[in-house]
């Protein structure tokens, strides 16, 4: 559906209803029938301040004349303003942290340490987070950090550790991980450790009178010579309350109110948990009967489905004609909630300002998600992967997101000019000299040096902003104040790294800068009591609206991912000891979601369906909640928008093979250049025939696939995962049959029999190549796995059983090699080029005299080859495998060690079930039984393409059959 046919719908159900009367509303004139309108001795406790600016204009709602204000507060600036310790920078906490850990380690250690705070930086902050649960929780760290005796305890649980966090863990207890033992060892050494850094780190911060939040909140809750001042004290809108929380409450129950808010409706579910056991508690200030609310009037519900992150915004003008509102605004009723405040960029964007003359942004601009902030992204990507320091270039990739910046353009008006003859030259690793600007395309050899480069660079930008006319641009003024509070930041730790003798990485540093660029916020500035409101899930705490918009109602926002996932306390730990867990943390946004449409009456829902947010992209669970409730799921709309697709015409590119590029490709594959050259393999022969210039990327520049965490397995590593599990097995068989590592051996039908009378067998060496090649060494259980890559597990162990009732139709045979490399020389002899030509076969076996080269395919199906010229043609239905198993076969004859038969074949495993079928390749509609007859005239045409690549006038270039780039690595790179 378009968003015009969302507008209209939107627009058919207009209320007349009377809002319910907000929560603040209630508490204000609770507050004032109690103590009048003289509330200055009442301190109101809130969980977050900006709800005051909104409680101000609900008392004077109530009292209707002047009055005077009460006290507001947050409960962790409570805390904080109460104990006498100061709050210590999160950056100083870690590398103090640091350096008491390294102490005590050293202390216990034979050997000691040699890590960096580079590499202590994650581990840091993940303890850091640990140790401030503790004392959030009033947790007895001697009870929780004691030595764990028995591994078992540890349940066989490290589901909750990540992949990074066990990579950690590997490097700072060697030798390296082999399975469970070794990694629970290395585990409790660390949590040995754990108690004595706790006790130590606070001894240290409280003799530099400093503190963590948590060890704030436990310095208050354990000195009773704390005085609480204020007279009254009004917690208004608490939820879910920490241990020393839930004290302090305790301690001031004689001078204080409490108000809860909630509804019937929900507080016998997850969503009222902790606000039920609040009110069993502390009671509740006003009566039960105000908040069954939930279900009166008529609430009109849309569930809106996007499909894009960004494309989320274009509900936003719809939705804002349905409220038929004049452009003021006037009163704070109707409000955009992010539930991914990243997007908040496109959302002001999305609003048109004829359409709404006030707008209050409660949350405050992001720092992250301004210009300057991206600038120094790709700046610092740059500086730190980017260069090449063999020849002083920088690679392409990098250069081009900096050229293409605009405040790039704004201190360097020939960015342009120089990405253009880049492209136009194919100059993938320009130089310096390339670049021009000597300021932003310097190069910064240590941190300290990067830094003053970062500074150098913002001092340009906020000098050539300030020479700008900007007209009317709304934002002009932010834009400026985030160039001036970035400077402030670099300019921050660059003061810590001239000051302080530790050295940090360049990695470190970057971490460091991001992490004080998220939690800068440039604020807005407005009414807040009137107006659209935009606002994250945190800010709409305690507030109510009658008009609901929110976006990115998606699981992994609504709710948000669990914050226990990064902790060294296993789950269960924290169980026992009431600590936070993840289901607190689902049970809290539950809260939020429910008592935000509470009192709502139209509420539209919008949620991301594009499938490339990493897990991102399934609705809420709130949302599934709610259509499958009677009361609701006959009563829900529900859209889906469309988003039109334009395609792309790119332009053809090819690279002359210059005097440079030939002696690399020389230096690269000739022996009698180089003998350590390497082996010209025919997956590099496929990848030359099908397209040169993937050729040219690939294999002489070296450009591969950047790095991705993606949770879905794409053929490539399918097709690893059943190549390793096929291994995996014939060793098992050969262990059987020979204690010694020599080959051959022999496989017999019994071998094969035995597994597939336990399947367990099958299973378990799938799950053993899915650790090894997917879970890059982690161990894991079937309860590890996704339903995708369940779905996968189960595919590979039904093409593993497929191969294996396959070979026991066969055998008896004999293995001579699995995943044998093999290569051969072969000479052009009128370039004086010796070449090693050859690769990896998957099987190589004996059978009847005959000996066949096995070549385990999981997708496709078996082509025919009409004659040995088609394998040479770069045409889309090129039989490529057929190509790779010919190369295999012909770097066996030519070492001369086998005078047998030779036959190649591909085993499709798509068809290895069938009684006939056989896997020996089809030449000219005959099996090739031996290869022998057919090996000059291929070893001719081999040697006459790899001729063509060796020809200086013969450049790389794209290839013409564009169905083979559909699934290219470098599509983008060549605008296919």
């Known amino acids: 559906m378009n968003v015009e046919s969302v507008s209209r719908n939107m627009q058919d159900h207009s209320m007349n209803h009377p809002f319910a009367e907000p929560f603040l509303s209630l508490v204000a004139k609770d507050l004032i029938s109690r103590f009048g309108t003289d509330l200055s001795g009442v301190t109101v406790v809130f969980p977050s301040v900006r709800a005051g600016l909104f409680f101000n204009n609900y008392l004077y709602r109530q009292a209707q004349k002047s009055l005077w204000a009460p006290q507001y507060t947050s409960i962790e600036r409570l805390f904080e303003q109460t104990s006498s310790l100061r709050k210590g920078d999160p950056i100083q906490l870690i590398m103090l942290l640091y350096e008491t850990y390294i102490q005590i380690y050293n202390a216990h250690a034979e050997i000691p340490s040699t890590e960096t705070l580079d590499e202590f930086f994650f581990f840091g902050e993940i303890l850091l987070s640990d140790f401030d649960d503790v004392d959030k929780n009033l947790v007895q760290a001697k009870s929780l950090f004691i030595n764990l005796k028995d591994l078992d305890d540890l349940k066989d649980d490290f589901s909750y550790l990540s992949d990074e966090q066990m990579q950690l863990l590997n490097r700072y207890f060697k030798p390296i991980f082999q399975g469970d033992s070794a990694l629970k060892t290395a585990f409790r050494n660390v949590w040995n450790l754990l108690g004595e850094v706790y006790v130590s780190f606070r001894e240290r911060l409280k003799a530099e009178n400093m503190a963590y939040p948590g060890m704030q909140m436990r310095d208050v809750i354990e000195n009773e010579g704390y005085e609480f001042s204020g007279k009254h004290y009004a917690f208004v809108g608490l939820n879910a309350l920490s241990q020393c929380e839930e004290r302090l409450l305790k301690r001031l129950k004689n001078k204080a109110s409490f108000y809860w808010d909630y509804d019937l409706y929900y507080l016998e579910t997850e969503a009222g948990k902790f606000v039920k056991k609040n009110i069993q508690q502390f009671g509740s200030a006003l009566d039960a009967s105000l908040f069954d609310t939930f279900l009166q009037g008529e609430k009109i519900i849309a569930m809106v489905a996007s499909p894009s992150e960004s494309g989320q915004s274009a509900v936003v003008e719809p939705w804002i004609d349905s409220l038929k509102k004049a452009p003021s605004f006037t009163q704070p009723d109707s409000a955009i909630v992010l539930c991914n405040e990243a997007i908040l960029p496109v959302v002001m964007h999305a609003v048109p300002p004829e359409k709404v003359k006030n707008v209050n942004i409660t949350m405050g601009f992001p720092l992250t998600q301004t210009a300057i902030s991206s600038f120094l992204q790709v ?36 960015a342009g000019e120089v990405e253009k003859e880049l492209i136009k030259n194919s100059i993938f690793f320009p130089t310096r000299e390339q670049l021009k600007d000597p300021l932003l395309f310097s190069y910064a050899p240590d941190t300290l040096s990067l830094a003053k480069y970062l500074l150098d660079v913002i001092q340009k930008v906020g000098q050539s902003y300030e020479n700008q006319t900007f007209g009317a641009d709304a934002y002009a003024g932010l834009y400026q104040e985030s160039i001036f509070r970035a400077y402030q930041v670099v300019n921050r730790l660059y003061g810590i790294l001239a000051s302080r003798n530790e050295h940090l990485e360049k990695p470190t540093f970057l971490r460091l800068l991001k992490k004080l660029l998220s939690t800068v916020q440039i604020p807005f500035h407005g009414e807040p009591v009137k107006g659209l409101q935009i606002m994250g899930v945190l800010e709409t705490r305690t507030l109510d609206f009658k008009n609901l918009l929110m976006l990115n109602v998606n699981e992994g926002f609504m709710p948000a991912g669990g914050t226990n996932e990064n902790t060294f306390i296993p789950q269960f730990l924290r169980t026992h000891f009431g600590m936070n867990t993840i289901e607190y943390q689902e049970s809290i946004f539950a809260y939020y979601f429910y008592r935000l449409i509470q009192r709502a009456e139209k509420i539209t829902l919008v949620y991301n369906t594009d499938k490339t947010q990493m897990g991102k992209a399934e609705m809420s669970r709130f949302l599934l909640q709610l259509l499958v409730q009677a009361t609701w799921k006959n009563k829900i709309k529900r859209f889906a928008l469309q988003s039109p697709i334009q395609p792309w015409q790119s332009q053809p590119i090819q690279v002359h093979k210059d005097e440079v590029l ?30 040169g210039y993937k050729f040219y990327l690939e294999h002489i520049k070296g450009l591969k696939d950047k790095d991705e965490l993606v949770d879905e397995m794409d053929s490539s590593v399918f097709g690893l995962i059943f190549h390793r599990s096929a291994e995996y097995l014939y060793n098992e068989i050969r262990k059987k049959h020979t204690a010694s590592a020599h080959w051959p051996f022999t496989v017999y039908a019994e071998d094969l029999e035995f597994y597939l009378k336990s399947p367990h067998r099958i299973r378990k ?21 996704n339903g995708e890559q369940l779905l996968n597990l189960y595919m590979i162990c039904k093409m593993l059983d497929r191969l294996i009732l396959f070979d026991k139709r066969r055998a008896p045979f004999t293995i001579h090699g699995l995943e044998r490399e093999i290569g051969s020389i072969f000479l052009l002899e009128h370039r004086n080029i010796r070449l090693n030509i050859g690769g990896i076969i998957d099987r190589l076996e004996e059978k009847e005299g005959k000996y066949y080269i096995l070549d385990y395919k999981t997708s496709g199906k078996a082509k025919d080859c009409q004659s040995l010229e088609q394998l040479f043609e770069p045409k889309s239905d090129r039989p490529s495998h057929i190509f790779q198993t010919f190369v295999y076969a012909l770097a066996l004859l030519q070492k001369k060690e086998i005078q047998e038969p030779v036959v190649p074949a591909l085993l499709y495993m798509q068809q290895a079930g069938k009684e006939d079928y056989s896997p020996v390749i089809v030449y000219n509609k005959k099996n090739v039984e031996d290869f022998r007859p057919l090996a000059d005239e291929f070893k001719r045409l081999l040697l006459a393409k790899i001729d063509e690549l060796f020809d200086p006038a013969l450049p790389f270039q794209q290839t013409e059959a564009v169905k083979t780039c559909e699934y290219c690595s470098f599509r983008e790179m060549c605008n296919r």
């Open 379 to 414: 700046i610092a990507e740059l500086q730190t992967k980017g260069y090449r320091p063999a020849n002083g270039s920088f690679g392409y990739n990098y250069v081009l997101p900096v050229l293409r910046h605009p405040y790039a353009s704004l201190i360097f008006p020939e």
């Open 662 to 691: 030939m002696k690399t490709l020389y230096s690269r594959y000739d022996l009698n250049t180089r003998p350590e050259a390497r082996r010209l393999s025919p997956s590099a022969l496929n990848s030359f025939i099908n397209c």
């Open 765 to 785: 060496l799938v799950l053993k190549a899915f650790e090894k090649e997917y879970f890059k060494g982690r161990s894991v259980v079937e309860e590890d796995f």
